[in-house]
């Protein structure tokens, strides 16, 4: 079991920059499959990006590719989510979450899942 802890959100201007973390506990990040997923208000909760147990390799939602990154820490067992050229439709609850799976995009495919942090992008 892993417990996860996301830090890093806030309110930006258009074009900014945010860094989140993720923070597990209980078991090192890299025996699973981590993954960042957010939702807006009234809106279904919606993929971002992964990151492969391991660490190995990464995959990102089109609405983001080129300007998010998902990275790891090993040393600090800690998942970040850097978030460049941010735009008022970023605006979510960002969750960070961990799956035994290999490539899961769906909320259902994970298993455990943190509080979540707020990013607010003022136009």
């Known amino acids: 079991q892993v417990q996860l802890v996301e830090s890093g959100g806030g309110l930006v201007q258009t074009g900014g920059s945010l860094r989140l973390s993720c923070a597990a506990s209980g078991r090192t990040f890299s025996s699973y499959t981590m993954g960042w997923f957010r939702q807006a208000p009234g809106k279904q909760r919606e993929f971002v990006g992964l990151l492969t147990y391991g660490g190995i390799s990464t995959e990102y939602a089109d609405s983001v590719k080129g300007r998010f990154t998902i990275s790891g820490d090993f040393a600090k067992n800690t998942v970040h989510l850097q978030m460049n050229n941010l735009e008022p439709e970023d605006t979510a609850v960002y969750y960070c979450?961990?799956?035994?799976?290999?490539?899961?995009?769906?909320?259902?495919?994970?298993?455990?899942w943190g509080q979540g942090t707020q990013v607010s992008v003022s136009s």
């Open positions: 979450a961990a799956s035994i799976l290999r490539l899961p995009k769906t909320p259902n495919g994970y298993d455990y």
